[in-house]
């Protein structure tokens, strides 16, 4: 059974490294100067990464990488939308998604990640691979909560905003308004008979 699974991880690995081939660059057999490459995204994409929080995704990523004698420069364009489920209702919705990250890729003895903006690549390497760059601008650029836009302009029809709404609390303003009424609910009539003898004077 062991044997069994290390083989279908196997199979699963080379499945995904096959698939993230298509975001492998060469830029050894690249000019000096500036080149294009466009990538359309899927859900497939993510589910190479094990990231299931889209229903879909339609997503272009437009690639300009400019090759110098001694450097790399990548700036990555993202532009599309994730089908996603509200953090509210639990909606599937559409959510328009964009960002924008650059990439400085230097040379040396050995691979580091100097920060989100610079990699060092060992001497001899003929080629970099995007897809980890690509699913972090995208991730990325989703906001902390996803809300149905429905939700915030009233349109959304929805069973658990009506429930909600119910359960919401009375406003500050309302509170106390109804503080004052039980107040004057509660004030001795005697009272407001000497407050009427005042104003007639």
Known sequence: MFVFNLYICGLEFDVVMKEFKTYAIPFVGLKIGEHKFEFDIDHTFFALFDYHEFNHAQVKVDLTLIKKANMLELAFEIKGEVNVDCDVTMEAFNLPISNHIELVVKFGQDYEEVNEELVILPHGEYQIEVQQYIYEAIVLSLPAKRVHPGV??????????????????????????????????????????????????
């Not at 915030?152 to 308004?177: C, M, N, W, Y």
């Open 152 to 201: 915030e302009d009233g349109t959304l029809d929805s069973p658990i905003l009506d429930k909600l709404d119910e359960l919401q609390p009375t406003s500050l303003a309302e509170k106390e308004e109804q503080k004052e009424n039980e107040i004057e609910e509660e004030i001795d009539p005697r009272w407001e008979k000497l407050k009427d003898l005042l104003k007639d004077k």
